[in-house]
């Protein structure tokens, strides 16, 4: 069965850093666009940062310059390495993986989320 393990969230101060890593199993990880999405209480869930199977990254522009999202092919995994964190990176955040393998097919999975807390 597929999971996505998220790991790393905390309580950490303003202008702190964190690294967030998911760890998956039970799909073809090369095979899959990885990202991390946020979700602060009483709002929607939204993109901070996605990885292509090719490498190529986009981030939300909030966090442009303060997180970089990378990817281990050989270990299954992701990461999220946040800095500079603000009090409004407090959120959820969900790893996601996601493949379209051809017309009207499209197999994506979820983790359970990690809790981040910037405050003083």
């Known amino acids: 069965q597929v999971q996505l393990v998220e790991s790393g969230g905390g309580l950490v101060q303003p202008g702190g850093s964190l690294r967030l890593s998911c760890a998956a199993s039970?799909?073809?990880?090369?095979?899959?666009?990885m990202g991390w999405y946020s979700q602060a209480p009483g709002k929607q869930r939204e993109l901070v940062a996605r990885?292509?199977?090719?490498?190529?990254?986009n981030y939300a522009d909030s966090v442009k310059g303060r997180f970089t999202i990378s990817r281990d092919n050989a270990k299954n995994t992701v990461d999220l390495q946040m800095s500079s964190l603000k009090p409004e990176n407090t959120a959820v955040y969900y790893c996601?993986?996601?493949?379209?393998?051809?017309?009207?097919?499209?197999?994506?999975?979820w983790g359970q989320g990690t809790q981040v807390v910037v405050s003083s």
């Open positions: 996601n993986a996601h493949w379209i393998p051809g017309f009207n097919v499209k197999y994506e999975y």
């Open positions: 039970g799909i073809i990880f090369s095979r899959y666009d």
């Open positions: 990885i292509t199977t090719s490498g190529s990254i």
